[in-house]
């Protein structure tokens, strides 16, 4: 009965505890620079360095130690002074294990009695024990929050200075010394004569603190460290030791905390005692809403979203490069691989509703499909390389990318070897600017070429296309943290779930920019309200959720149109890519594009022509290059050149360039026809 007492009484004791633990307030953040207190223990590896024959006064035979080592640890108490918010000053007390083991192998010629000679080998060794107890200052600086490197001296008094030597016969297996009747000689043990009395040695190490308690007050903190002594083992001999610590800490970082506030004096009696003060509400609050923006970059109050759906006809160009890393000639993940099984399922059709740069990385995919439809294809694969630094020269590495791709081709696709070339060389035929960083990358890569056009034609797709207007939904966000914002998440969605998720690390960006006329696979496909939200969570782990906002959508289908006979309209678009450098004439590729474009231009029809280039070279360079590239494909087309614009590098770029592929495909030329239904 007392026992089960005693429990309830502990029971009651820690839910008071955690309840004052977690009803705390705290004066700073918990990155906040603060005065530390702890202990560690470290095991580290003592490599003794020597150029000695023996010690002083005592007898030996060994030619000359050189090296050793053993394994000590390291263990003590730490205090911690803040001097900045990146910069502290620390001073550890502490009792460190050098000892170590110094080895000599000599070798020899022994005799037995009767003459008969053989090579042998004496092992010298010296067996050192060495600990020293004292204090180490160290200045530390923090890369990060949680990441910090120091540097420091360790001033420590030797306690232990013993040392034990021998020498023994290894080889051969019998025979003794001479005059001793046994296989070890020279065995001698005592105090190391003439021992540094001090141990100074300078010290760089590096620690990282993991949080063990949800108030950010103790540590984990796991930490190496490299010390190389400035005094030798004895006076008289040149005998020093570098230590490798490695190990852990216990850290108490205690916080400041805000004093709550004193209870208000009862009231006299007979009236009624006030209520108490309601908590303060977390110093975290946020607001989100939604803006139209046009095709014109103009910004306006959106009240309605509206989606309309067009019969239409796309043509994407297949890139035929393979880019690599650095130095590699791994395919890099991004390229998509199948297995047999997943081979057997491929289709052009499962790319249809891809964007542009996810279709390319399917490339060797639609190359080892399309060979296997066309027998009388056969391919060159020529591998090239920047030309530069590791890659300098190295045709072995422009064959092994080669070999990279056909091995995918011949080991998944099962294409004949005998229709695979291979070719090698250092730079491209084409290359990109070879003193340019894009550049640089851009010509890490193989190249496919085919000797039907079959292999790379451009990807056809007859569907439905959405248009959205607005284009762009612009989200503008004001986030105020106290405890600053660890992480944030907007999310999109109707009734059937998330539409678009957007989401990062610290602090909301303050315009979140949504480009429906980029995203087909994202447009609103109900007509229904779409629904948005912010979240945020901060720095203390509190969390603040926007109330679920409504944006109106209609949708305008092709059967609705039909149905009420409206207007419609067909669209066609067309991309042209790999104009040669700096070139704004036509390839043979793009002209095939070209001309299969300008048999769909009926006498109604409304062209517009755009060109665009990637973020390397000059801007005002690269606007009158489009500009001349959309004249060129206007020229073939019969277009007057009202219909064409050049827009060079405009911000927002047409796809990722910090890849070299979504650069070459914003070296292009987009055509789009409009042609209305009658």
């Excluded at 308690?213 to 083992?233: D, G, I, M, T």
């Excluded at 944006?551 to 092709?558: C, D, F, K, N, R």
Aim: neutral net charge; proline residues 7%; contains cysteine.
């Amino acid at each position: 009965m007392q026992i089960t007492k005693l429990h309830s009484f502990i029971f009651i004791i820690l839910i008071l505890f955690n309840q004052q633990l977690f009803s705390q307030k705290y004066a700073d953040k918990p990155t906040d620079a603060r005065t530390n207190y702890g202990i560690f223990a470290n095991v580290g590896l003592n490599l003794h360095s020597a150029s000695f024959k023996g010690l002083s006064g005592i007898p030996s035979c060994c030619p000359r130690y050189e090296t050793g080592n053993g394994l000590g640890y390291n263990i003590g108490t730490f205090i911690s002074f803040p001097l900045s918010q990146d910069f502290e000053l620390s001073f550890r007390v502490f009792y460190n294990d050098l000892s170590g083991k110094l080895t000599k192998i000599e070798p020899t010629y022994v005799s037995d009695l009767n003459g008969n000679g053989t090579q042998g080998e004496f092992e010298h060794s010296l067996n050192a024990t060495i600990s020293s107890v004292g204090l180490s200052p160290l200045l530390s600086f923090r890369l990060t929050d949680e990441f910090a490197i120091s540097a420091g001296i360790r001033a420590g008094y030797i306690l232990q200075k013993a040392y034990s030597q021998k020498e023994t016969i290894i080889k051969p297996s019998w025979g003794t010394f001479e005059g001793t009747n046994s296989r070890t000689r020279n065995e001698r043990s005592g105090t190391i004569p003439d021992a540094s009395a001090l141990d100074i040695s300078g010290v760089l190490g590096a620690s990282y603190n993991l949080p063990i308690s949800q108030n950010y007050e103790w540590y984990l903190v796991p930490e190496a460290y490299l010390s190389y002594s400035f005094l030798p083992v004895a006076n008289d001999l040149s005998w020093n030791i570098i230590t490798i610590n490695g190990g852990i800490a216990l850290k108490y970082s205690p916080r400041a905390i805000i004093p709550p506030k004193p209870l208000a004096p009862p009231p006299a009696l007979p009236p009624l005692p006030s209520l108490p003060v309601p908590p303060q509400e977390p110093a975290l609050a946020a607001t989100i809403v939604a803006k139209a923006v046009d095709e014109n970059g103009r910004e306006s109050d959106v009240t309605i979203l509206k989606v309309e759906e067009f019969l239409g006809m796309r043509m994407h160009p297949i890139l035929n490069y393979i880019f690599f890393d650095e130095n590699s000639s791994i395919i890099p993940d991004r390229y998509i691989k199948l297995n047999n099984e997943q081979k057997n399922q491929f289709s052009d059709k499962l790319l249809y509703n891809l964007p542009t740069l996810d279709i390319y990385y399917n490339v060797l995919n639609i190359v080892g499909k399309r060979m296997s439809q066309y027998p009388q294809a056969e391919i060159t694969i020529t591998g090239c390389n920047s030309d530069e630094n590791k890659e300098k020269g190295n045709i072995q590495l422009s064959n092994q990318r080669a070999n990279a791709v056909k091995n995918y081709l011949v080991n998944v696709w099962k294409i004949p070897e005998s229709r695979i070339k291979i070719a090698n060389r250092n730079l491209p035929s084409t290359p990109s600017t070879p003193t340019d960083p894009d550049g640089i990358v851009e010509n890490r890569r193989a190249e496919i070429t085919s000797n039907i056009p079959q292999i790379f034609e451009p990807l056809i797709i007859r569907d439905t296309i959405r248009e959205s207007n607005p284009p762009i939904i612009r989200f503008k966000s004001n986030v105020k943290a106290e405890a600053g914002s660890e992480k944030w998440e907007l999310t999109v969605s109707q009734s059937k779930g998330p539409i678009k998720i957007f989401k990062g690390i610290g602090q909301p960006p303050s315009v979140i920019e949504w480009d429906l006329a980029k995203e087909q696979e994202n447009i609103p496909r109900f007509d229904e309200p779409l629904l948005y939200k912010l979240e945020v969570i901060d720095k203390d782990n509190k969390r603040w959720a926007s109330n679920v906002q409504q944006l109106p959508v209609e949708q305008m289908t092709i059967e609705k149109k039909m149905n009420e006979m409206l207007a419609d309209k067909e669209f066609d678009r067309f991309s042209l890519i790999l104009f040669d450098f700096n070139k704004f004439d036509l390839n043979e590729a793009n002209l095939r594009i070209a001309e299969f474009a300008k048999k769909r231009i009926k006498k109604n029809s409304t062209v517009s022509i755009k060109g665009y280039t990637d973020r390397m070279g000059d801007e005002n360079h690269n606007l009158q290059l489009s500009l001349k590239r959309a004249q060129s494909t206007a020229k073939i087309l019969g277009v007057d050149f009202k219909y064409v614009i050049g827009l060079g590098e405009t911000l927002p770029l047409l796809y990722n360039n910090d890849v070299p592929e979504g650069r070459f495909y914003c070296r292009t030329v987009n055509i789009e026809i409009v042609t209305p239904i009658q």
